[in-house]
């Protein structure tokens, strides 16, 4: 009788991921995971699949949470314009950027694997939309109650925004001047105004 899995596959998904995002795709062996994540060699794979499932099942874990936080902080913000701000300074200014230079998952994945694998791209095209989306709805919103003054449409500066905070996630990763990310920071808030 074959036995029972015994771990926590929330834990094991939350532990992938952060072994992915400091080591990459190419970068992580199957010997990394089975040390990180606790687990044989054969439960990753009975389990998995193989280390790129993980790494895809990982990846879309990453991309929810992150879009259910977005849209918590967003919607229950009177202020868009300090939220985005908060967004836009935390893509260049987070600890984990400089200290550990792990930049962003999402971005590391595009810029490593998005022209290899179809995949990995609809992953961060998907992402990428929904944002963009999510940035356009709230602006809307800011537009209509007086918050944003904008002339420009709510999806061109939901790109902006977003390919704002990818530019500077990507330039935290080689811990780029702190005071030029601040002025691109000021010009795309001046957007909103």
Request: proline share 1%; charged share 25%; with cysteine.
């Amino acid at each position: 009788m074959a036995r029972a899995k015994e771990f926590d596959l929330d834990d094991i998904e939350d532990r992938a991921i952060s072994v992915f995002w400091e080591k990459g795709y190419e970068g992580c062996s199957v010997n990394d995971l089975v040390q990180n994540l606790g687990l044989s060699r054969s439960s990753i794979y009975d389990t998995f699949g193989d280390k790129r499932q993980l790494y895809l099942r990982a990846l879309d874990k990453y991309r929810r949470i992150g879009l259910e936080k977005m849209h918590e902080i967003l919607r229950g913000t009177e202020d868009i314009y300090a939220v985005f701000e908060t967004f836009l300074n935390e893509s260049y200014n987070k600890p984990g950027n400089n200290s550990e230079n792990k930049g962003c998952f999402m971005v590391n994945t595009a810029t490593e694997l998005g022209f290899a694998d179809t995949e990995f791209s609809e992953i961060v095209n998907s992402n990428k939309t929904e944002i963009e989306n999510m940035f356009s709805h709230y602006i809307h919103q800011a537009k209509q109650s007086g918050n944003i003054r904008s002339e420009l449409s709510d999806i061109t500066l939901a790109r902006v925004l977003y390919n704002t905070m990818t530019g500077l996630r990507v330039a935290s990763r080689s811990k780029a001047d702190s005071a030029a990310s601040q002025d691109v920071v000021k010009a795309t808030l001046a957007l909103l105004r």
